[in-house]
């Protein structure tokens, strides 16, 4: 695949996945296309060799796996990890109230975005609701409304002349986008607004009642190519959806290759950004629960696993030109120069010197350069799957991602040509016959 087609799939990827379900739900139909066949945790597994599966976990967390078709139980597994959620503004149980004529939503921080960044922006809404029908069964459906519906409006600086100089957001005072402007007569609630989205959407099911639901603010602003010469991509969710693309796609891709039989596993956990112990997070029990379907008896279990290794993909920091004191002067990730390996002294990050050369030979392999992260010593870094995946699974493990500017931001940047080679390093991993090994 040539990059720029890669990078339009990419970019509809992230238009069509403005939460961590409708990423899954984009990923499952993708796989689904191309041969996988879902499993349901609820019933028997019947896995043959050579065969291709994926399963959901609560809408927001997904693993596709493919069996080599000889020695499953002797090669160990090619697997790769990355996670479905963003930092956003997750939409209140009770959201819906009036305020000087404005119909606003309250709403709660998810994980830790940028909060300056989702002022004066064309939101929408999306996420899942759960209904009932009205035959009295309880129904999950998506829902997107896929153009602005919501802004919050800065405060003009008349009324805050030292808005410049630094400006501590009252999450619970300022984060309240208006949805609407109504008179005393009005009878808007978020219920009947989402009911009449529900009708758009999904006219063939018969609900009776909204029960709950799981709603975000997302930007509406679609990704796009940035630069004279189209040298950067920004968007939100870069963080991670880029990875979790990376992987999707390089788990399709390789099942052309004909020569390439070797056992492939991907991991998309949900929940990374607010800490990952949760069912469908890292720390939850879906991907040991998994592993012990496909090997139930635990020697052989321990035996394959031991001979496994585990790409943990997610954004890294890139150098930022204006605030080149944040870096650590000796490891300047830039963008467009390969794809990024994370290292940590405390193992924030679970790159060792053992898995960091392993993936630097397939990257070299795949002819894409690669570049190195530190944190500065006098500030801490962040972590992500790959700890928690590695001390439970107990396979070595590396930590790389694609360079970032503006992580955590409503609208991310990264390098055009870094998704592709990242994409590429990854085939090569999923397909080498044999992984590098180490002596002594």
């Not at 129904?139 to 501590?168: M, Q, Y």
């Not at 603010?217 to 940035?226: A, E, G, V």
């Not at 609208?411 to 390093?425: I, N, Q, Y």
Request: proline share 5%.
């Amino acid at each position: 695949m040539q990059e720029d087609r890669f990078n339009q799939d990419f970019f509809q990827f992230l238009q069509t996945s403005p939460t961590p379900f409708h990423a899954v739900s984009f990923m499952a139909a993708k796989l689904r296309d191309a041969g996988f066949q879902q499993l349901f945790e609820t019933d028997a597994w019947h896995l043959a060799p050579g065969n291709s599966y994926f399963i959901i976990r609560d809408n927001g967390a997904l693993a596709a796996f493919t069996l080599a078709s000889t020695n499953v139980q002797d090669q160990g597994f090619r697997i790769m990890g990355s996670h479905t959620d963003s930092p956003a503004l997750q939409i209140k149980p009770l959201a819906g109230k009036t305020s000087h004529s404005f119909f606003q939503l309250g709403v709660e921080v998810y994980g830790g975005p940028l909060l300056t960044t989702w002022f004066d922006r064309e939101l929408s809404i999306a996420g899942r609701v759960v209904c009932t029908t009205t035959e009295g069964a309880l129904l999950t459906l998506l829902i997107d409304f896929k153009r602005p519906v919501a802004t919050i409006p800065s405060l003009a600086i008349h009324f805050d002349r030292e808005a410049n100089k630094g400006h501590a957001i009252d999450k619970q005072k300022e984060l309240v986008p208006i949805l609407s402007q109504i008179t005393e007569d009005d009878s808007l609630n978020l219920s009947s607004i989402l009911a009449e989205q529900i009708k758009k959407e999904h006219s063939d099911k018969q609900v009776e009642a909204i029960i709950s639901f799981d709603l975000f603010c997302y930007d509406c602003q679609p990704p796009s190519y940035l630069g004279i010469g189209n040298e950067f991509i920004t968007a939100s969710r870069l963080d991670n959806l880029l990875s979790c693309f990376v992987g999707f796609s390089a788990m399709i891709e390789t099942l052309k290759d004909t020569k390439a039989d070797t056992n492939r596993l991907l991991i998309c956990n949900n929940h990374e950004e607010i800490g990952s112990l949760t069912a469908a997070g890292a720390k939850g029990s879906f991907l040991h629960s998994m592993l012990g379907r496909i090997m139930p008896d635990p020697v052989t279990r321990d035996r394959t696993l031991r001979g496994s290794f585990f790409i943990s993909m997610d954004n890294a920091h890139g150098i930022h030109p204006n605030f080149s004191d944040k870096s650590d002067p000796e490891h300047t990730p830039l963008l467009n120069h390969g794809p990024v390996i994370k290292s940590n002294a405390n193992q924030s990050y679970a790159t060792t010197s053992i898995s960091g050369a392993i993936y630097k030979i397939i990257a070299a392999e795949a002819g894409v350069a690669t570049q190195d992260f530190v944190m500065r010593s006098d500030m801490a870094c962040g972590s992500t799957i790959g700890p928690h995946t590695s001390a439970l699974l107990g396979i070595p493990t590396v930590d790389i991602g694609a360079p970032t500017l503006a992580m955590h931001s409503i609208r991310e940047m990264t390098g055009s040509h870094d998704p592709f080679l990242l994409c590429r390093t990854i085939n090569r991993f999923l397909t080498r016959e044999r992984l590098p090994q180490t002596e002594g």
